[in-house]
């Protein structure tokens, strides 16, 4: 019975948290020309990248805005790099803010934003304590054990805060623009949009900080500048 029991708990194990596929380098490519790796987690594909383009899918340029009074009042898409440094955008990406996530034309074609659902399913496969379909995921701000950590890079997260990147997703730590359009918290924190809106003016977003192991699910304006991951489902 004790050996059936181990078992069950292997098998029980292995369903609520699978394993990634290999790793896939270049496998992904947005209108721009640039490339991403992506990673199957589960039954999604995800980038393992921050998105970086500046075109929407369907050609139209997506506006560059620096300003930063002026970023505070958008209400249409717009993308920036962190400090308004363009050699920022190899390794940490560009920052949209909701308004681009919501046109449904901020992906490569065949790819989505992911929502506050597919989110929480990745949390779930990541977690070692917690599965998907676990209720602690509908929760608010810090949920789950340890999906946090098994998300985040092995190295570049400040003060020793980096992760174990059981999973190949190689969450970085890209900061935001916030409050008064300034740039915050880059090398300590992560903070990825949901398509899912919360009202009119605010959405779901995820982030991941440094020397913390869980994964907050949060509200925040739709002006906010975040990164952003696409997926889709596995082939």
């Keep these: 019975m004790k050996h059936l029991a181990i078992l069950s708990l292997i098998v029980l194990q292995s369903t609520l948290s699978p394993k990634a596929q290999v790793l896939k380098n270049d496998s992904m490519t947005d209108i721009n020309g640039n490339a991403y790796r992506t990673v199957v987690i589960g039954k999604y594909e995800w980038m393992a990248d921050n998105l970086k383009t500046t075109t929407y899918s369907d050609g139209t340029k997506i506006p560059n805005v620096t300003d930063s009074i002026l970023w505070t009042g958008l209400t249409i898409g717009a993308y920036c790099w962190y400090n308004n440094n363009e050699n920022n955008a190899n390794t940490y990406g560009a920052l949209y803010n909701w308004h681009a996530v919501g046109t449904g034309r901020l992906c490569p074609n065949g790819w989505r934003v992911p929502s506050d659902e597919e989110w929480k399913y990745l949390e779930?496969?990541?977690?070692?304590?917690?599965?998907?379909g676990d209720p602690i995921w509908d929760k608010f701000a810090g949920r789950g054990f340890d999906a946090g950590q098994r998300l985040k890079t092995k190295s570049g997260w400040s003060f020793g805060g980096s992760g174990t990147d059981d999973f190949g997703f190689s969450a970085l730590p890209g900061g935001e623009r916030c409050s008064y359009g300034r740039?915050?918290?880059?090398g300590k924190s992560g903070f990825w949009w949901s398509r899912t809106e919360n009202d009119s003016t605010s959405a779901w977003y995820r982030n991941i900080i440094y020397g913390v192991e869980d994964v907050n699910r949060l509200i925040h304006p739709k002006w906010m500048g975040f990164s952003v991951r696409c997926l889709r489902e596995k082939k």
């Design 124 to 132: 779930g496969a990541a977690d070692s304590r917690y599965g998907s």
């Design 183 to 186: 740039f915050f918290i880059m």
